[in-house]
């Protein structure tokens, strides 16, 4: 009993601080950002590494303000949080876990594509391993014919978790490079897909 209220609690207060931190340091940081091709302005699949969560929303956002966009959150406790700290940045959640073949969240993502949403997802959560693809986002991507955003960013001087995905929080004040990349995947198999897009993902990843 204690312990569900305890996660109530958290799951009221976390995420409002999660998100004052993130606004925080987003405004702290020297931002040089690197287009390896012009930013788009249509609907686009949204992907980054899971431990690059920091980051990501903010950049989006300054990207694309007002675009309609919803993310695929996983359903476990730090799925909850997650997904209130996306609703600050009016992401709205999907909530499931792709990695696990979920039909329900893919299905799900495919909706909300259709009725003109862009979608965010991480290829390596809800758990891992670091860095692997999981099946949907090559299914979204394929099946939707739409082109893939990459964000990925390294900082100068950062902080790194010891959980599976080496989270990552860039020092207050410190330098950050943003690089930004479309892929598309047009005309290629699951499998070439797959390794396409993990040959990008990685090309400005840190080890």
Known sequence: MRKQFMRRVALFIFPVLAFLLMRLLWLSYRKKYHFIQAPIKEQCIAITWHGELLIAPPFYRKLFPKKLTSAIISQHHDGDIIAKILKFFNILPLRGSSSRGS???LLAAMKSLKEGSSVLLTPDGPKGPRYSMNAGAIALALHSKLPLLVVNYQPKNYWQLKSWDKFL???????LDIYHQIVHLDGMSKEEGKLYLQEKMNLYSIS
Not at 169 to 175: A, C, L, M, V
């Open 169 to 175: 929080i860039p020092k207050p004040f410190t330098t």
């Open 103 to 105: 039909k329900s969240v």
